[in-house]
């Protein structure tokens, strides 16, 4: 015998899709074929006490009131599931606690997204709350693409390349069929993908989202010599950190200008240096990472461009055409990001398998 909720869940049912921040709150409603009836986002500070249930009570549960009665599952974006959770999890206390464990890895995002579920919990107790990892396609990467060169005690800490953005890469190459694909997720955070038949073999994100392309405010790859120099010349961990994540990138390079792509590319068109050098250094970082994913793949059949750049960045398209005639033949592509789509439909399913368990036990 299913409850209630079990029942609604294998039938149909809305599903709510969360997306927590430090600083925001994202949130989409998607009827039984995942097409959306609603969608919102409120700004908050994560921590502050008290903050998520103030937003979940205040915002969320007013927003969705009209749906409430048909809700069958509440689907959240973690970022971080290091290495034990590789697909869409069902939450409990356990789960919550091995999470709270991971937070350290990505404290922006895990620390809010566990703050969110304990405080949609308060409302509602029977509500199945399902936790899906941006980390979990690439857990079919080799060990030669996720091991760094570091000494044995440090790897067994799980010091390790993770990467991140898999949920939208996955959604990528299941609209994209290709046996040797490259997903281009690029917006305010940036990352490849090499996908050989569906599987994730490398990515240029690293440990942490800091690690490859150049993104809005992050440095992306840099010498760590550079920052045991910075280190060393008394910058504190702490403003390493900020600078890092949040001074850097487009808008470093643009000497502050903007970490927008579009403001960037009208600025260099009326002379700015610095905005010519900011998009020169993304397209150059940009076409190197390419033909490090191709080689990984022996080839390339399709190039899928996807996230806010990737998908509305004409000139960025051509660009990538003209100096790309060396990987002939392929074919580029854009593909709209949808990382609440494919969240909607992996909880879906999840819950269909979780359902049937429960029926046949």
């Given at each position: 015998m299913t409850t209630g909720v079990a029942a609604s869940t294998a039938?149909?049912?809305?599903?709510?899709?969360?997306?927590?921040?430090?600083?925001?709150?994202?949130?989409?409603?998607?009827?039984?074929?995942?097409?959306?009836l609603w969608k919102g986002q409120t700004e908050w500070d994560s921590e502050t006490a008290d903050a998520a249930s103030a937003a979940v009570s205040a915002w969320l549960l007013p927003a969705i009131a009209p749906w409430q009665d048909a809700l069958a599952l509440v689907g959240h974006r973690v970022v971080h599931g290091g290495t034990s959770f590789t697909a869409p999890t069902r939450f409990t206390q356990e789960v919550g606690v091995r999470l709270a464990e991971l937070t350290p890895l990505a404290p922006l995002h895990n620390g809010p997204a566990l703050a969110i579920i304990h405080a949609l919990s308060r409302w509602q107790p029977q509500l199945p709350q399902w936790v899906c990892f941006d980390t979990a396609f690439h857990h079919t990467l080799p060990p030669e693409a996720f091991t760094y060169a570091l000494p044995a005690p440090w790897r067994q800490q799980g010091l390790r390349r993770y990467g991140f953005h898999g949920l939208n890469h996955q959604h990528v190459s299941e609209v994209v069929s290709a046996p040797r694909l490259i997903s281009c997720h690029l917006g305010a955070g940036c990352s490849l993908c090499a996908i050989s038949d569906g599987r994730s073999v490398a990515t240029t994100m690293g440990f942490t989202p800091l690690e490859g392309l150049v993104m809005a405010t992050r440095s992306g790859s840099v010498d760590p010599g550079l920052l045991l120099h910075l280190l060393r010349l008394g910058v504190e961990p702490g403003q390493l950190d900020e600078e890092l994540n949040h001074a850097s990138g487009l808008l470093g390079l643009s000497d502050g200008l903007s970490s927008s792509m579009k403001t960037l590319r009208e600025a260099a068109g009326s002379g700015h240096r610095g905005a010519q050098l900011a998009v020169s250094v993304f397209r150059r970082g940009l076409l190197q990472a390419i033909g490090s994913m191709a080689a990984c793949l022996g080839g390339v059949d399709v190039i899928a461009l996807t996230g806010g750049i990737g998908e509305h960045d004409r000139d960025l398209r051509q660009e990538l055409e003209a100096s790309l005639t060396w990987l002939d033949p392929y074919e580029l592509v854009v593909v709209a990001a949808d990382e609440e789509g494919i969240i909607a439909r992996q909880c879906r399913a999840a819950a269909r398998d979780f359902t049937f368990q429960i029926c046949s036990a």
């Open positions: 039938s149909g049912g809305l599903v709510l899709v969360l997306n927590a921040g430090s600083s925001s709150l994202k949130a989409r409603l998607l009827d039984p074929e995942d097409r959306p």
